[in-house]
């Protein structure tokens, strides 16, 4: 199980570096808020560990989607993340095969993160169930849970512990790698490690549980421990 540890700017991204993966977004715009490309090159140049870069929470907008998939890759980001807030098989089919070729027609070694939302009843929006094999079928890499709405309720709130065993199954046979995210805490680590993702997503948590302040890096530190 690999740690992703979400910066918003260069002096956090230092406090995340004990992290397998630095993600870069922007909570002021959202669960996947898209951060600069400037922002995503100075992190990468900071040191060799793998940065992520999420693209935003996408309506339906899968001209926009591919090309902010396609301008993080350009910035430099090994992978890239985006969120499907919208509801529809068919439409989300047509967003996730847009950025996955937008990305991987010139940078195949790049991994692509389809996410969808674990309180995706109260947004309306896809279920990870449905999102999964699209995400597979389009080739992406990574399926991913996230919470939409960002009001302190964590994943656990709105998929139990056999709901994300499940979404890790069904990932797994199609081929696909798992993360999980959604105002995660300490006392979730346990809980997680049964459950095995192959990735865990947290920004709140190593915040002292705001997402709006700033990453600490003895608590980066403290979870890695934990983790690992």
């Not at 997680?192 to 705001?210: Q, S």
Request: include cysteine; aromatic fraction near 8%; hydrophobic fraction near 40%.
């Amino acid at each position: 199980m690999q740690l992703l540890v979400s910066p918003r700017d260069l002096e956090e991204a230092r406090r995340s570096l004990a992290a397998d993966i630095v993600d870069v977004k922007r909570p002021s715009e959202g669960s996947l808020g898209c951060n600069f490309p400037w922002v995503v090159r100075s992190i990468k140049e900071l040191s060799d560990k793998p940065v992520s870069a999420a693209i935003g929470d996408f309506r339906f907008l899968p001209g926009g989607a591919s090309m902010a998939a396609y301008g993080a890759a350009c910035a430099g980001a090994d992978y890239i993340k985006v969120g499907l807030m919208f509801s529809g098989s068919a439409r989300a089919r047509e967003l996730v095969e847009a950025v996955v070729r937008a990305v991987k027609e010139e940078y195949p070694e790049k991994k692509v993160v389809i996410a969808s939302y674990s309180d995706y009843k109260r947004l309306r929006t896809i279920s990870p169930f449905a999102m999964s094999p699209i995400a597979a079928d389009a080739g992406a890499d990574i399926a991913m849970v996230d919470t939409g709405k960002k009001d302190g309720r964590s994943t656990f709130e709105f998929m139990t512990e056999e709901d994300l065993v499940k979404f890790c199954t069904m990932n797994r046979e199609r081929g696909l790698f798992t993360a999980l995210a959604g105002s995660l805490c300490f006392d979730d680590i346990p809980a997680l490690k049964r459950i095995d993702p192959d990735i865990i997503g947290v920004r709140g948590m190593v915040c002292g549980g705001d997402r709006n302040t700033g990453i600490q890096e003895h608590l980066v530190k403290k979870l890695v421990r934990m983790v690992h």
